[in-house]
């Protein structure tokens, strides 16, 4: 938990306490942010609000990132990396754009743990949300013809055991839209390399 007066960041104009926690291995799912403003005598007079919008916020994090506190405090090390990532801000300056909205369309046989399936997989995603991510897979019949059922694919990246095994197939590396997925399930599994 992180709590913490906006003294320490010189582009808020208003005194504001903001009370942070978060589970740094689900820190997607966990991150709560609170704050109140305060008056000259140090009396609330803005009960807690949430202050995710504040984060997500383009504009905002633009100044906000350049916060030596966010930079230097081991407290705040894994929100800065998050909306960095959220924002784009990880990639190089001339890659760094908001987010963006990506659909992938590939094979099974593009992946080695299931070369021996036929299907195609439809996946779509915004590269600051991991909570948009969508998956589905469709299976061929023995002359080669799609058939439905559609099978749901969205949740298995989030399994840990999943995306330890998966995030390690070459397709990753070959296409800048597998990039960004990679970034983006790293980030929620909390994986450094």
């Known amino acids: 938990m992180i709590s913490t007066s906006t003294e320490i960041f010189s582009f808020v104009e208003d005194r504001v306490l903001f009370a942070i926690s978060y589970n740094e291995c689900e820190l997607a799912e966990t991150l709560t942010c609170d704050f109140a403003l305060y008056n000259e005598k140090s009396q609330m007079y803005n009960p807690l609000d949430d202050c995710i919008p504040f984060f997500q916020d383009y504009e905002t994090w633009s100044h906000m990132r350049k916060e030596p506190v966010l930079l230097t405090h081991s407290d705040w090390q894994a929100i800065y990396k998050y909306f960095e990532i959220y924002h784009g801000f990880d990639q190089d300056e001339d890659e760094t754009k908001p987010c963006e909205?990506?659909?992938?369309?590939?094979?099974?046989?593009?992946f080695n743990m299931f070369l021996d399936q036929e299907c195609n997989i439809y996946i779509e995603y915004d590269t600051c949300d991991v909570k948009s991510f969508t998956c589905k897979s469709t299976d061929f019949d023995v002359n080669l013809n799609q058939y439905q059922p559609v099978e749901d694919c969205s949740s298995q990246p989030f399994d840990f055991e999943f995306w330890s095994q998966i995030r390690r197939e070459p397709v990753f590396d070959l296409y800048p839209q597998w990039k960004g997925l990679h970034r983006l399930f790293d980030e929620y599994h909390s994986i450094n390399n």
């Open 101 to 110: 909205h990506k659909q992938i369309q590939t094979e099974c046989e593009d």
